[in-house]
């Protein structure tokens, strides 16, 4: 990648496009990054690409974007092209930054980003399976192998569906959405997106009045996350991403990470906190305490939220959060997931049905 600008990218016969699917708090990101001119950034979750755009238009630097769906790599390749080898686009899940950097001859970056989660695209597509207002085929695979959500529906017993819902998608009532599903898969098979949200909503059908916030969410909503982030590992992703990183960023670059709800931002709290310079409680002035030498300095002490003008234009950027940090000069620190928060149930392999992983 030489970092030099190249054909101005084919913009405006995307930007109908890419409004439509308004990357979250890109602005905030970008001024994370602080992008300089020669610098190469990682675009952890590609996507549609605005936060790899915008990172091109912020300085004459280069951007590697990664994304495991196959689809969001080939819907960019034509415009990407635009960009020369200003963009290159690696179709692998970020947990594999660091092979995917070393077979492009990338040693270190400036930068790298995780916009985690699912995109909008993902999201409106039914044959994908992620929305349950959508009939499409209980799939929920970002990459679409298997074992899928309908391969862990149909054979993961009730208590393990319940640890399930308990663990990724923090559902009270998990224990009897589990048990329904069981009893309804001995009548047929549950192979849709409609047909199990119709089975969560008799299950544990939506009570009167609002919830949090004043919003009143789908019963089957915890159901869908759950599932989605067991059958794509996410949170087993998150925290080998967040090591790559770590190990893969320069002296003085920037990480970045927008997450969508509290499994995940608690996990990147908790690895920045892991890696900042402790100080004793009560003395912001006094040195900071022995110990592993820090890596990271925070970029600001506490997330960031999305202006209201955003979550006006785009409710969807309502839970997102913003944690950044800069890498501090040394090694990495010990790649330890205890103290992080991220839960871990069985391997979704288990649940494996015939069906290539
Ligand atoms: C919220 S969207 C990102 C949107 C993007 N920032 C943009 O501006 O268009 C998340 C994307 O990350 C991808 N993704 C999620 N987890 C991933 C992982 N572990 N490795 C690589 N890509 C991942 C999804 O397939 C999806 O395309």
Same mark, same amino acid.
């Given at each position: 990648?030489?970092?030099?600008?190249?054909?101005?990218?084919?913009?405006?016969?995307?930007?109908?496009a890419f409004a439509a699917h308004a990357p979250v708090m890109?602005?905030?990101?970008?001024?994370?990054?602080?992008?300089?001119?020669?610098?190469?950034?990682?675009?952890?979750t590609f996507g549609g690409g605005g936060y790899?755009?915008?990172?091109?238009?912020?300085?004459?630097?280069?951007?590697?974007?990664?994304d495991r769906d196959p689809t969001a790599i080939e819907r960019a390749?034509?415009?990407?092209?635009?960009?020369?080898?200003?963009?290159? &686009?690696?179709?692998?899940?970020?947990?594999?930054?660091?092979?995917?950097? !070393?077979?492009?001859?990338?040693?270190?970056?400036?930068?790298?980003?995780f916009d985690l989660g699912v995109s909008s695209m993902q999201l409106d597509e039914a044959g994908r399976g992620f929305s349950f207002r959508r009939e499409g085929p209980l799939s929920m695979r970002m990459d679409g192998?298997?074992?899928d959500a309908a391969?862990?529906?149909?054979?993961?017993?009730?208590?393990?569906?319940?640890?399930?819902?308990?663990?990724y998608g923090?559902?009270?009532?998990?224990?009897?959405?589990?048990?329904?599903?069981? *009893?309804?898969?001995?009548?047929?098979?549950?192979?849709t997106t409609t047909?199990l949200a119709?089975?969560v909503?008799?299950?544990?059908?939506?009570?009167?009045?609002?919830?949090?916030?004043?919003v009143?969410i789908h019963p089957a909503t915890r159901v869908f996350q759950a599932l989605r982030i067991f059958v794509n590992?996410e949170?087993?992703? &998150?925290?080998?991403?967040?090591?790559? !990183?770590? *190990?893969? &960023?320069?002296?003085?670059?920037?990480?970045?990470?927008v997450t969508f709800h509290?499994?995940e931002?608690?996990?990147?709290?908790?690895?920045?906190?892991?890696?900042?310079?402790? *100080?004793?409680?009560?003395?912001?002035?006094?040195?900071?305490?022995?110990?592993?030498?820090?890596?990271?300095?925070?970029?600001?002490?506490?997330?960031?939220?999305?202006?209201?003008?955003?979550i006006?234009r785009n409710p969807r950027a309502r839970s997102a959060? &913003?944690?950044?940090?800069?890498?501090?000069?040394?090694?990495?620190?010990?790649?330890?997931?205890?103290?992080?928060?991220?839960?871990?149930?069985?391997?979704?392999?288990?649940? *494996?049905?015939?069906?290539?992983?």
């Open positions: 990648m030489s970092g030099h600008a190249e054909t101005p990218p084919p913009a405006a016969a995307h930007a109908a890109a602005r905030e990101v970008v001024e994370a990054l602080a992008p300089k001119d020669g610098g190469v950034y990682v675009d952890a790899a755009r915008a990172i091109l238009a912020a300085a004459d630097c280069a951007v590697i974007g990664f390749r034509g415009w990407a092209a635009g960009y020369g080898d200003r963009l290159m &686009l690696i179709n692998r899940p970020f947990a594999e930054m660091e092979a995917g950097l !070393a077979e492009a001859g990338v040693n270190g970056v400036d930068g790298v980003v192998g298997r074992p391969d862990v529906v149909a054979a993961a017993d009730a208590a393990a569906l319940a640890s399930i819902f308990r663990a923090e559902e009270k009532k998990a224990g009897q959405i589990a048990r329904a599903i069981v *009893r309804a898969r001995e009548d047929a098979p549950i192979a047909a119709e089975i909503e008799r299950a544990a059908p939506p009570r009167f009045g609002k919830g949090k916030g004043g009143r590992d949170i087993g992703q &998150l925290t080998a991403g967040l090591f790559a !990183a770590e *190990r893969v &960023l320069r002296e003085a670059g920037r990480l970045a990470a509290s499994l931002d608690r996990i990147v709290k908790r690895f920045f906190a892991a890696r900042v310079a402790e *100080r004793p409680a009560g003395s912001r002035h006094a040195p900071p305490r022995e110990g592993p030498a820090p890596t990271f300095s925070l970029l600001s002490a506490k997330a960031i939220a999305p202006g209201e003008d955003e006006a959060r &913003l944690r950044a940090g800069l890498r501090l000069a040394g090694p990495a620190a010990p790649a330890v997931v205890d103290g992080l928060g991220a839960l871990r149930l069985v391997d979704v392999k288990e649940f *494996r049905k015939g069906g290539a992983s």
